[in-house]
């Protein structure tokens, strides 16, 4: 089994503060743009569709992050603090924009429309790697 990771204080000190991730200004010029999404050390890159009415994650991750970039459509994000009891916190991200999800934080992701994203990751995709980091939660809000 591929090894995961272990987290550091350096690494976590790189994470953006706020879910909705401020994009750095594209690059533009005759051929077209180049906009940066994310220039940290990662290991996956996926692209998920997502049907209308779809519900995905109930879950945290224990060392993996992973930032998400809306290609086309809305999602409701949710999310808390892994262990708190509080009422979790919804924000909805539109095409164009990028959001991320530090480990420990349950999250669920709600699909008001078809939607395509990207996620980019800490850890490899892998299945046996991605299930020995994920713990899943029951539904944030069904």
Same mark, same amino acid.
């Given at each position: 089994? $591929?090894? *995961?990771? !272990?987290?550091? /204080? ?15 200004? /594209? ?17 996956? /890159?996926?692209? *998920? ?7 995905? /994650? ?28 509080? $009422?979790? $916190?919804?924000?909805?991200? $539109? ?7 530090? !480990? ?32 899943? *939660? ?5």
């Amino acid at each position: 089994m $591929k090894k *995961i990771r !272990p987290l550091n /204080a350096r690494e976590k000190s790189t994470w953006p503060k706020e879910v909705i991730v401020k994009l750095e200004k /594209a690059f533009v010029d005759i051929r077209g743009s180049i906009q940066p999404l994310v220039d940290l050390p990662m290991e996956s /890159a996926v692209l *998920i569709h997502s049907k209308k009415g779809a519900v995905r /994650a109930n879950h945290y991750h224990q060392t993996d992050w992973h930032f998400c970039y809306v290609l086309s459509g809305t999602i409701e994000y949710l999310h808390r603090p892994t262990g708190s009891r509080a $009422k979790p $916190k919804s924000v909805f991200v $539109k095409e164009g924009e990028l959001f991320f999800t530090p !480990p420990m934080v349950d999250h669920q992701m709600l699909f008001p429309e078809k939607c395509s994203f990207l996620v980019l990751g800490r850890n490899s995709r892998s299945q046996e790697v991605y299930e020995a980091d994920v713990i899943r *939660i029951p539904p944030l809000r069904e």
